[in-house]
């Protein structure tokens, strides 16, 4: 029974981590799929969301500025707000310019990022990070949630604490991964609704011919800056629910921009570039095969190590991850030459209305 | 004057910001040489001087296990030549599929190969710090006394002073490749109208060739100076120097060699003055922000002036 709940838990948390990396492929899929635009710094817009959040909703500590204590609410819809933000300023700058140059800006905003949540340790507790961030669904059983509304009103404060002491401890689990996909759905769902709406069949047309785009009266700049907000919306929220589902979020680990920003990106090209449905099925694929190469090292360096007296287990453990790494990078290099359109390639939506 | 402003500004504030300019000269050289003949933003490049300072160090371990006590500028000459070959059959294999595509493709691929490169270097030497050089660098007691009996003290040390040597002799070899070979008058060419060098019998393919060699041995320089300032090398080392390189680059206007020597200087210069108290006791800008100088710069340029200080192209 234990081993089939372990496994149960272990498909939640593929689920919830698969979900949080479906919305930043998703966030992606609009600034890139759709406006061909070229972020290299998704990593830092999933900080921003988190520190955000986390910085909004964390109980009163004294590493950190904070014991606001919000309600999550707030946080999730913050966190999209500063994203946002912050991608509009650099949109106003480098937008007009060809993708390499925004490529390289991005990358520059993600250092930055990281510098200012490394360096402002008053309010960010700099590289020792941010901790027990409540968590959607887990923090009503923390004593500071059902002591307040809404649960209060339901029932007395020791009665609510008996009744999650009574529960399974991981009880939230199927409703935080339930969370993050249905987020994901309705998330899905408004993006094709805005693909086969005209803003998006006019972003079509601009990434496809700028002048003539430009030429049939579309304000080309201002439609681009509101696809990269729009991406950055989503990345922020991401990034708000990796913080809730670390609890510990610190700067240059978590949000390592190489690693994360390339496994998103690797999981837009597998699932096909423009393609939302793409987008989601690249990112629980690549996440899949993320995770479970991991236990396929594992299992290798053991039988490796059981084969060769001699072979150091903790350096081959050590350096495990960045063999996956090298296949992950790979990976995109076969699809990238092989089949640029990804597994599902983009459709175009139909013309509708009477010509 | 000299004792109250100048010997403190010069020594530790100006020297070091010319040496780290230096570097970063060197580097953006294949970054803007790349720009302006394949026409992409190469994120792979830092990784190139990264995996070129740990060549080196393997060099000067086999050298000492031979019982050859080397210098590192000693075993840079056979890991330049690792890292130019690394530079073409990445070129080979991972960008010229591209030539013919939209050119994002390309910089995709190479933000791959920026992953690829690091991981690689990850496993074969572990992700750790290693010690390039032992010990404090002191500062050259000959010029230290020939300038102090002039009232003008200067603390240079040896390594900083074989890396401003080194680094004004690569650029002498380049100006005179760029400017009175055959192969340097072809990529200035190609650079300025690929289309029209073909038509006049340039083997384009034969100058792309030679871009990686020329960027690939700069880089390989650039990674080897960083390492004997810096006295360790770490596998992100190469991707902290790919956003000062690329300030540099756009500063000095893309495709301009020299314009990207000025804009390396100028950007290392005020990484390090950045830090000179200015006004009052503190330094201007916390010394945790200096990496965020190079890309303030950056993001004024592309404001102002896309194309650089040396009318650079923007496309």
Redesign the interface.
Same mark, same amino acid.
């Given at each position: 029974m234990d081993i089939i709940l372990g496994y149960f838990l272990y498909g939640m948390s593929l689920l919830t981590v698969g979900g949080i990396y479906a919305l930043l492929a998703l966030g992606l899929n609009v600034q890139w799929g759709f406006a +061909?635009l070229?972020n &290299?710094g998704i990593a830092g817009f999933a900080a921003i969301g988190a520190y955000t959040y986390a910085i909004l909703t964390t109980a009163e500590s004294k590493f950190h500025y904070g014991g606001l204590e919000l309600p999550l609410l707030v946080g999730d819809v913050m966190a999209m707000v500063l994203a946002g933000v912050i991608a509009g300023v650099i949109g106003l %700058?480098?937008i007009r310019?060809? &993708?390499?140059?925004l &490529?390289?800006?991005t %990358? +520059?905003?993600a250092? %930055?990022i990281k510098?200012v949540l /490394?360096?402002e340790s008053d309010i960010t507790n700099g590289p020792r990070g941010i901790n027990k961030i409540p968590r959607t669904w887990e923090h009503f059983s923390e004593e500071r949630f059902y002591s307040s509304f809404p649960l209060n009103v339901i029932n007395s404060s020791d009665s609510w604490q008996m009744f999650f002491e009574s529960i399974a401890r991981w009880w939230w689990q199927p409703f935080f991964a339930g969370t993050i996909i249905l987020i994901v759905l309705f998330t899905y769902v408004l993006l094709e609704k805005l693909r086969t709406s005209p803003w998006g069949r006019m972003m079509t047309a601009i990434r496809e011919n700028e002048m003539a785009a430009a030429a049939a009266g579309k304000d080309v700049t201002r439609r681009r800056i509101e696809a990269f907000i729009l991406g950055a919306l989503i990345m922020g929220l991401a990034g708000a629910f990796l913080g809730q589902h670390l609890r510990l979020i610190e700067p240059t680990q978590t949000f390592d921009?190489? /690693?994360m920003t390339?496994l998103v990106?690797?999981m837009l090209?597998a699932g096909g570039s423009g393609n939302n449905k793409g987008a989601i099925l690249g990112a629980f694929l690549i996440w899949f095969i993320w995770s479970s190469s991991e236990l396929v090292t594992n299992g290798m360096i053991e039988i490796l190590a059981s084969i060769f007296d001699s072979v150091d287990i903790s350096?081959l453990k050590?350096?495990a991850g960045?063999?996956r790494?090298?296949f %992950? +990078?790979?990976l995109?290099?076969i699809i990238?030459?092989r089949f640029?359109k990804g597994i599902l390639p983009e459709k175009r939506p139909a013309v509708s209305g009477k010509i | 004057m000299w004792e109250s402003f100048g010997f403190e500004f010069i020594n530790f504030y100006f020297i070091p910001g010319l040496v780290l300019g230096c570097i970063y000269a060197l580097g953006a050289i294949g970054i803007t040489l790349t720009f302006g003949i394949l026409r992409f933003a190469n994120f792979s490049h830092g990784e190139i001087m990264m995996t070129s300072s740990y060549l080196t160090w393997e060099f000067i371990m086999i050298f000492t296990s031979l019982g050859i006590l080397a210098h590192p500028l000693i075993g840079a000459i056979p890991a330049s030549i690792c890292a130019i070959l690394l530079a073409l059959f990445v070129d080979r294999f991972f960008y010229k599929p591209f030539r013919n595509a939209p050119t994002i493709m390309i910089v995709i691929a190479s933000f791959g190969m920026m992953l690829i490169i690091r991981s690689m270097v990850q496993v074969i030497w572990g992700p750790n710090q290693l010690t390039f050089v032992k010990g404090i660098a002191k500062p050259n007691a000959y010029i230290r006394d020939l300038t102090a009996s002039f009232d003008f003290m200067l603390l240079i040390p040896n390594k900083h002073f074989s890396i401003l040597i080194g680094t004004v002799l690569i650029m002498l070899l380049f100006n005179y490749l760029l400017s009175s070979t055959k192969i340097g008058k072809g990529m200035r060419a190609v650079s300025d109208n690929p289309d029209l060098a073909k038509v006049s019998g340039i083997d384009v393919e034969n100058i792309i060739k030679a871009t990686w060699i020329v960027g690939g041995f700069c880089a390989a320089a650039a990674g080897v100076f960083l390492a004997m300032d810096t006295q360790f090398i770490e596998s992100t080392m190469g991707f902290r120097m790919l956003l000062p390189m690329f300030a540099a680059a756009i500063l000095g206007g893309i495709g301009r060699p020299f314009g990207a020597v000025a804009g390396g200087l100028i950007i290392g210069l005020a990484e390090e003055l950045s830090a000179y108290p200015w006004l009052g006791d503190g330094p201007v800008i916390s010394p945790g922000y200096k990496s965020g100088v190079a890309f303030s710069i950056m993001v004024l340029m592309l404001i102002i002036k896309p194309s650089g200080l040396f009318k650079g192209k923007v496309f």
């Open positions: +061909g070229f &290299a %700058i480098c310019l060809r &993708a390499d140059y &490529a390289i800006a %990358i +520059g905003i250092e %930055i510098l /490394k360096n921009p190489s /690693k390339f990106w690797v090209i350096i050590n350096r960045f063999i790494m090298l %992950i +990078g790979l995109l290099q990238l030459q640029p | -």
